[in-house]
């Protein structure tokens, strides 16, 4: 059983880090509080296409949303288990790495089957980093936190570049970047709030992380249409 003097020393840790990191740097109108810099997108091309076209258009932004939204949920709801309910949490986590297949599937149907391959390893590699990030926070462990963190964000800078390689006219460096560091920082956030128990606050921090990936899926998809307008 932990103590509370090596959970809060785990938790002192985190929460330097998600505060150099810039978490609390900008407000989010997409969520309450505090969060990440919401990524515009411009949609009124939606407006000057033909119905049959909106309609892709629509059916594309849907997808992404999904896919996406079920990612936030069942992060959320491995890392609640990890902590308090590891009984539940083979199922939980095999539904969470199902989803990084479909994620793949949905961008290689643009891509090809290699790109969409490639996202669903590296995505997979995502859930995978973040267990000895789990392992330490809850063991009170600060020099292994910091480690499995370095080796998370290393991960995202890896999916910010292969997004980046795939659409460099809609997905610059810089967003991709900025997109992935701020869904890190955002699940490190609501991570903390279940480690203590805290469950309000984690649902008004995963409120914010979860705005946040909307942003992003919307962002996902109107790089796609402005990449392959033959198709919509």
Not at 54 to 64: F, K, N, T, V
Not at 89 to 115: H, K, S
Request: charge should be negative; charged fraction near 15%.
């Amino acid at each position: 059983m932990l103590t509370s003097r090596t959970r809060l020393s785990a938790i002192a840790l985190a929460g330097a880090l998600i505060l150099s990191g810039g978490l609390l740097t900008a407000c989010s109108p997409s969520g309450p509080g505090s969060g990440p810099a919401p990524i515009m997108q411009d949609h009124s091309a939606m407006h000057m296409e033909s119905p049959a076209s909106q309609s892709a258009q629509s059916a594309l932004y849907g997808e992404m949303r999904e896919l996406w939204a079920d990612h936030m949920q069942w992060t959320y709801a491995t890392v609640k288990d990890f902590f308090h309910n590891q009984e539940a949490l083979p199922d939980t986590l095999n539904r969470l790495l199902q989803n990084q297949v479909f994620l793949g599937d949905a961008i290689g149907t643009y891509y090809g089957d290699d790109a969409g391959h490639a996202l669903t390893k590296l995505l997979t590699e995502h859930i995978q980093l973040a267990v000895p990030v789990l392992t330490a926070a809850k063991a009170g462990d600060d020099a292994g936190l910091k480690a499995g963190l370095d080796d998370w964000y290393a991960n995202a800078q890896a999916i910010a570049d292969f997004l980046t390689a795939a659409n460099p006219q809609s997905w610059p460096a810089g967003t991709t970047s900025e997109m992935m560091k701020a869904h890190i920082d955002t699940t490190v956030a609501y991570s903390v709030d279940l480690l203590t128990g805290d469950y309000k606050k984690s649902i008004a921090d995963y409120d914010i992380a979860f705005h946040h990936m909307m942003d992003m899926a919307d962002a996902l998809s109107a790089g796609i249409v402005a990449q392959f307008p033959d198709r919509f």
